[in-house]
């Protein structure tokens, strides 16, 4: 691999040439039964020659949507698609993609599928395909392994394919979709030295690189300019230019103070410090529900009762950076987590940090049916439920249709069908509701035997 540098003309990031451009770009997709899922809003984004853009979100923000958008591979509901400044008519032929899932045809050669990234060059001959292939081969460190079948070789060399198919075509953008998500850490950590490696090298015509992530330190040590993408619906948040010379040190403190300012970001969105309530005034009941609808992280009930009993036996974990190395899940599942821990009133985050509250010592200290008690108070008290459990207090059973068509009505950029699952099974450990997969309606449970008994 070379390791001349390219050139690129002395200007500005606002004055270099827009290679992929997003002007006010909403995105809605039409779901079941006629219903709508927004998915972006207004996004103004741009991707400009020589620079290395990675864009951070938490899964379901829609990172991966506006990656298609911004290539042409998905046609926004509202805006304006550009590539070098003219609207974009299909398929960005400037760009490629490389996906998380490797998405190699396991029938044909290591450079047959290669060659696949050539079907669009139709014009070309074989001698020069072949050249072509060879080239990119060569540029991502595939040599000898030109008859090698996928299944015979590992998931970063596979990874490698999908990324020398994508150079093959010799694109000015390359478009990384979770790339690097599906690599084992030390695959990964090197396959991405090896493409800044490429992109800053001459031997190719790749200007810029647009890769969507989620992991933090990733962005931090490949791009040039980061944005954080908000979720529900998608929507620009922080923007950061990134001078760390390359190669990166993670222990430079320009490094380690971007990657505080983006986990505060993301946190501080997800997480917010709001002040607590005021009690109720002397002789006013306590509300039922709280005064606002809303929504549910969709994350199961085994994940809070572990984040619980994590916090609960090691008192001293109480950052949510420590939290998300300690439970072995990315950050931004790490959040979501947290969030419907506090939600629950089990924990409070004040900052970054994580603290069980005094509910949640009292949750996890309690037996089984104490647990299930508290659990459907906590749970009484969103106003979320009250769409399902309003219906059960007058009939003992309702479709799981009605109950996605007001979850719609009332969370119009979530996810009714991913939302109804997570009602449900909170519902099911708190005793306050059950699914009947062949009716497909939300019932009242039945009473446990051991309650009768009692």
């Avoid at 590992?154 to 010799?170: F, K, N």
């Avoid at 933090?216 to 040590?221: K, L, M, S, T």
Wanted: charged share 25%.
């Amino acid at each position: 691999m070379s390791t001349e540098l390219k050139s690129y003309p002395e200007t500005s990031p606002t004055k270099a040439l827009k290679i992929a451009e997003l002007r006010n770009v909403s995105k809605t997709f039409h779901v079941a039964k006629g219903r709508e899922l927004k998915v972006l809003d207004q996004i103004d984004l741009a991707v400009r020659e020589g620079e290395l853009f990675a864009l951070l979100g938490q899964s379901g923000s829609g990172k991966s949507t506006l990656l298609r958008c911004l290539t042409g591979l998905t046609v926004p509901s509202s805006g304006q698609v550009l590539c070098y400044d003219k609207p974009l008519m299909g398929v960005n032929p400037y760009a490629s993609i490389v996906f998380q899932t490797f998405a190699l045809y396991p029938w044909l050669t290591v450079e047959q599928n290669v060659e696949v990234g050539l079907i669009a060059k139709r014009d070309l001959t074989r001698a020069q395909k072949t050249e072509a292939v060879e080239k990119a081969i060569d540029l991502i460190g595939l040599n000898n392994y030109h008859s090698a079948y996928p299944r015979e070789i590992s998931g970063g060399m596979r990874q490698r394919v999908g990324i020398a198919r994508a150079l093959v075509s010799e694109p000015k953008i390359l478009c990384l979709d979770e790339a690097f998500s599906a690599l084992d850490v030390l695959t990964a950590e090197g396959l991405r030295g090896e493409v800044v490696s490429l992109w800053r090298g001459a031997s190719n015509t790749l200007s810029s690189i647009f890769m969507v992530t989620h992991n933090i330190e990733e962005a931090v040590e490949m791009a040039t300019r980061i944005c954080i993408l908000f979720p529900h619906p998608g929507r620009l948040g922080l923007i950061l230019e990134n001078n760390l010379p390359y190669p990166r040190n993670s222990n430079h403190p320009e490094f380690q103070r971007l990657m505080k300012v983006i986990h505060e970001t993301i946190t501080q969105q997800a997480l917010p410090d709001f002040p607590p309530e005021p009690p109720p005034a002397p002789g006013k009941p306590i509300s039922r529900a709280r005064a606002r609808m809303e929504s549910i992280p969709t994350v199961g009930v085994n994940q809070i009762l572990g984040l619980i009993s994590i916090l609960h036996d090691s008192p001293d974990l109480d950052s949510i950076y420590d939290v998300s190395d300690e439970i072995g899940k990315d950050f931004g599942e790490t959040i979501a987590i947290v969030k419907a821990a506090e939600i629950l009133e089990f924990v409070n985050t004040p900052k970054d940090e994580v603290q069980l509250t005094d509910l949640g010592k009292r949750f996890f200290e309690s037996d089984r049916q104490t647990r299930k008690i508290i659990f459907a108070e906590q749970v009484q008290k969103l106003r979320l439920f009250h769409i399902i459990l309003s219906y059960l207090e007058v009939q003992e059973e309702v479709s799981a249709e009605t109950v996605m068509h007001d979850i719609a009505a009332a969370l119009p950029y979530e996810n009714p069908e991913k939302i109804l699952k997570t009602m449900v099974a909170w519902g099911r450990y708190a005793g306050l509701m059950d699914f009947n997969a062949n009716t497909d309606m939300v019932v009242i449970p039945e009473e446990d035997e051991e309650e009768e008994e009692a």
